[in-house]
């Protein structure tokens, strides 16, 4: 990119950091941003691949949002930055959180097929249509060494295991009905999610 380009990108980071500044001041000191614009910076710092800058958004964004389960993409794209600047423990733990949020987008990124998977999915963030419009790519040179080491990642004996018993305990639970069954089945997914 051209300094020209890098400039252009960083006016609609402070943008948006603008809008969302004046969306706390207008509700009086909390953020309503339903417009989602929270969710967009992040690409923005990749492009330019502005990784300590991608870092600070993000834990601006787990002060301000702590609640926020986030879109699949958003939490791609914090994997990335958290591997860029060398935390990666804390990246390999946001791979398993986008893997469960969305466990289709690494086939997406890797170029392999979307195989759709009978299994439970709470939102429309889960399924496999969603990962067709994900834009980060295995072929973009500027995530190679990152590309590696999510291959080798999603290639362990701990991610198969671990994504097998995510898989099948969705299996199970896409036709069961309320009730105690279907409780320790939840019980035992979010156990996974705490445990990595």
Request: net charge positive; hydrophobic share 35%.
């Amino acid at each position: 990119m051209t300094d020209r380009q890098i400039n252009s990108v960083r006016t609609k980071i402070e943008k948006i950091k603008k809008a969302l500044a004046d969306d706390k001041r207008h509700w009086g000191g909390q953020y309503h941003d339903g417009r989602g614009l929270r969710y967009l910076p992040p690409e923005y710092y990749l492009k330019i691949e502005d990784y300590a800058g991608a870092l600070r958004y993000f834990n601006w964004f787990q002060k301000n949002f702590p609640d926020d389960s986030c879109f699949p993409d958003f939490l791609f794209a914090w994997t990335i930055t958290l591997f860029y600047k060398d935390k990666l423990e804390d990246a390999r733990k946001m791979a398993y959180r986008t893997y469960f949020r969305n466990t289709y987008l690494f086939d997406k990124y890797f170029g392999r097929p979307i195989v759709p998977t009978e299994k439970w999915e709470g939102s429309n963030l889960e399924t496999p249509e969603y990962a067709e419009h994900f834009s980060y790519s295995s072929a973009d040179n500027k995530l190679v060494a990152f590309t590696e080491w999510l291959r080798k990642l999603t290639n362990s004996d701990d991610f198969r295991q671990i994504s097998k018993t995510f898989i099948d305990l969705n299996r199970r639970l896409k036709y069961l009905p309320a009730g105690v069954e279907r409780t320790e089945i939840i019980r035992r997914l979010n156990i996974i999610e705490k445990n990595l």
